[in-house]
């Protein structure tokens, strides 16, 4: 349950806890009087919203992840070689699908578990490869396992002298790694300023400088001299606030398991090896609305799983898994070998023309959605509510919402219902209020009693909902998430009554940490429905960033209906196929009008 529960309260007891001395702005014992306690009240009935609001007060913000952190990610262990990740980088540029992430295992390094020094038998060229893939705006995280430092490694006696470790007493205390017959080091400790310092500094920055994005931290690092501090927790802290301090150009993002509450001030979390199941898949979908209740916004899974008893998953599996995911914050495909059951093919092309079809709608439909989804990233760093948002934190009042794990909002403005058992069939009871099935454009009025059946094919676009009555922001179709869209789509669907709605659309330069110092630009849209017809109000733009473009392009159309006529600031512009285009500067703003046909 995290924070939220229906008792309408929350008690945080975080007595035991080290805290941060704010003169050295490092964790530190507690030492706080016999029986003093420290307990934290959250009292909020059925507002889940607020309570979410005031537990990013107490625990911090949620970070802004970089705008290409929303596009596709591809992950296998083991990695693929050097010429194999060109060739499957190829293989995604040919077919036009996009890719903005590439995970690398840990076979990007010598000697097996642990280590920092680059395989050059499995990667030649090392800065060659990272010249590529920036060339084509493909960025990295690359795997660590933190709990250990091989002898071997190339620095790690710069790393013990700079951490002031006594290199004889580290050789008493060496130990022989029992899965890769090698001795490694684990006596440090990073909750020693020292030696966190000198285990980022010396063993991660060199790889850091030639180009690597952020971390995959698969594991924790040592941290034994801290009463209670959760090892997890505070690793991640320290490679967060070291990528942080060192690269301003940056957002300081790392890629980690979850220690629990506060983790979500370090994204993003996985949620580690699972089977090729259709349980595993619903109980996915479950997973990621119970961690937005305490503030985990970024939740990432092995799309398609992890564990398999065959190299291909069933097709219908994979393509639901794929859909599902394109209705999550992070779509990570991972494929593993087929050893010791552990295996699984996710190059979609391997499973034929008819999956890659399915493939390339699902993505379709995520990237045209980039402007909604990056906006609802802001909302989560701003406001504390997630992206997949479970739903009594829209419809508290709504009964039958509390007992529904399988489908959620996505935001405000679309609810998602993933298909998540085998077949085309699909039960859906919707939130009280009009809807519009996203597939096939169908009214619905819900009551929020009444189940549907739906059919919803697995070779389109994920099934989901429009909320009647409110605009959606999209783009047109780009292989790369992070960049910023010259044309905004605007669509409206009508509820068919008086109606007013607002939506702030967000922007910023997508990956650095300038939007914390005000670089960044918000535009209110608010929209007012009368008798079929539909004013668009975008106030001025608030802000700006480099690389901000204040001539925009919108393309303005109904969801459901056609427009006949239109207008922009009273001046009538022409309709094509129901859609109107037209240009607006930001720095002013514009009434665009839209009437629907009939």
């Known amino acids: 349950p995290g924070v939220l529960s229906r008792s309408g309260y929350f008690?945080?007891?975080?007595?035991?806890?080290?805290?941060?001395?704010?003169?050295?702005?490092?964790?530190?014992?507690?030492?706080?009087?016999?029986?003093?306690?420290?307990?934290?009240?959250?009292?909020?009935?059925?507002?889940?919203?607020?309570?979410?609001?005031?537990?990013?007060?107490?625990?911090?913000?949620?970070?802004?992840?970089?705008?290409?952190?929303?596009?596709?990610?591809?992950?296998?262990?083991?990695?693929?070689?050097?010429?194999?990740?060109?060739?499957?980088?190829?293989?995604?540029?040919?077919?036009?699908?996009?890719?903005?992430?590439?995970?690398?295992?840990?076979?990007?390094?010598?000697?097996?578990?642990?280590?920092?020094?680059?395989?050059?038998?499995?990667?030649?060229?090392?800065?060659?490869?990272?010249?590529?893939?920036?060339?084509?705006?493909?960025?990295?995280?690359?795997?660590?396992?933190?709990?250990?430092?091989?002898?071997?490694?190339?620095?790690?006696?710069?790393?013990?002298?700079?951490?002031?470790?006594?290199?004889?007493?580290?050789?008493?205390?060496?130990?022989?790694?029992?899965?890769?017959?090698?001795?490694?080091?684990?006596?440090?400790?990073?909750?020693?300023?020292?030696?966190?310092?000198?285990?980022?500094?010396?063993?991660?920055?060199?790889?850091?400088?030639?180009g690597v994005d952020f971390w995959w931290i698969d594991g924790e690092a040592p941290v034994r001299h801290i009463t209670n501090l959760d090892s997890q927790l505070w690793t991640n802290h320290v490679y967060h606030e070291h990528m942080k301090a060192n690269y301003p150009e940056r957002r300081p993002m790392i890629f980690s398991r979850t220690p629990g509450l506060g983790a979500h001030r370090y994204p993003f979390h996985f949620t580690a090896d699972t089977w090729s199941t259709w349980q595993t898949l619903r109980c996915q979908v479950e997973q990621t609305l119970r961690a937005g209740h305490i503030g985990q916004s970024y939740i990432t899974h092995d799309i398609g799983g992890h564990i398999s008893s065959f190299l291909f998953i069933d097709p219908e599996l994979y393509v639901r898994w794929v859909q599902f995911a394109v209705l999550n914050p992070v779509v990570r495909l991972h494929s593993s070998k087929q050893e010791e059951g552990v295996g699984g093919e996710r190059r979609p092309w391997l499973y034929g023309e008819r999956v890659v079809t399915a493939f390339a709608a699902a993505m379709r439909f995520r990237m045209e959605l980039l402007p909604y989804l990056y906006t609802l990233v802001w909302q989560s760093h701003a406001e504390g509510l997630?992206?997949?948002?479970?739903?009594?934190?829209?419809?508290?009042?709504?009964?039958?919402?509390?007992?529904?794990?399988?489908?959620?909002?996505?935001?405000?403005?679309?609810?998602?219902?993933?298909?998540?058992?085998?077949?085309?069939?699909?039960?859906?009871?919707?939130?009280?209020?009009?809807?519009?099935?996203?597939?096939?454009?169908?009214?619905?009025?819900?009551?929020?009693?009444?189940?549907?059946?739906?059919?919803?094919?697995?070779?389109?676009?994920p099934l989901h909902y429009r909320k009647a009555g409110a605009l959606l922001v999209r783009q047109p179709y780009a292989t790369k998430a992070s960049s910023l869209p010259d044309t905004l789509c605007l669509e409206y669907a009508l509820r068919g009554a008086d109606t007013d709605d607002t939506f702030t659309y967000y922007e910023d330069d997508g990956f650095s940490q300038f939007h914390a110092r005000g670089a960044c630009a918000t535009m209110r849209m608010d929209s007012a429905e009368r008798n079929g017809r539909v004013r668009i109000t975008i106030q001025p733009a608030e802000g700006t960033f480099d690389g901000f473009n204040t001539t925009r392009r919108f393309m303005c159309s109904f969801f459901e209906a056609t427009a006949g006529t239109a207008s922009v600031n009273g001046a009538t512009v022409p309709v094509k196929n129901g859609v109107a285009e037209v240009t607006v500067d930001l720095r002013s703003g514009a009434v665009i009008e839209l009437q629907a046909n009939g």
């Open 11 to 210: 008690v945080y007891n975080d007595t035991p806890m080290p805290v941060i001395d704010p003169a050295t702005n490092w964790v530190t014992e507690r030492n706080a009087p016999a029986g003093a306690m420290d307990l934290y009240f959250f009292l909020y009935r059925t507002d889940y919203a607020q309570a979410l609001r005031d537990y990013r007060l107490l625990f911090g913000c949620t970070p802004m992840m970089p705008r290409y952190a929303l596009g596709l990610w591809y992950s296998r262990f083991p990695t693929l070689n050097q010429a194999e990740l060109v060739e499957l980088i190829g293989e995604f540029e040919k077919r036009d699908l996009p890719l903005d992430m590439l995970v690398l295992d840990l076979e990007w390094h010598q000697r097996g578990w642990f280590g920092f020094d680059w395989d050059h038998k499995h990667i030649p060229d090392p800065d060659g490869l990272l010249a590529y893939l920036r060339a084509r705006d493909i960025h990295t995280t690359f795997n660590v396992h933190p709990g250990r430092v091989p002898v071997d490694d190339a620095r790690y006696g710069e790393f013990l002298a700079a951490a002031g470790i006594d290199p004889a007493e580290a050789a008493k205390k060496t130990e022989m790694d029992g899965r890769d017959k090698i001795n490694v080091f684990g006596e440090f400790d990073v909750s020693i300023p020292a030696h966190a310092k000198a285990f980022m500094d010396v063993l991660h920055k060199p790889v850091q400088d030639q």
């Open 386 to 461: 997630p992206i997949c948002r479970s739903n009594p934190i829209h419809a508290p009042a709504w009964e039958n919402g509390y007992g529904i794990w399988d489908a959620y909002y996505l935001g405000d403005r679309l609810y998602a219902a993933p298909v998540v058992d085998s077949g085309t069939m699909r039960q859906v009871m919707l939130p009280p209020g009009v809807w519009y099935n996203g597939l096939t454009g169908a009214r619905i009025e819900s009551d929020g009693l009444t189940p549907r059946t739906e059919i919803a094919s697995w070779n389109q676009a």
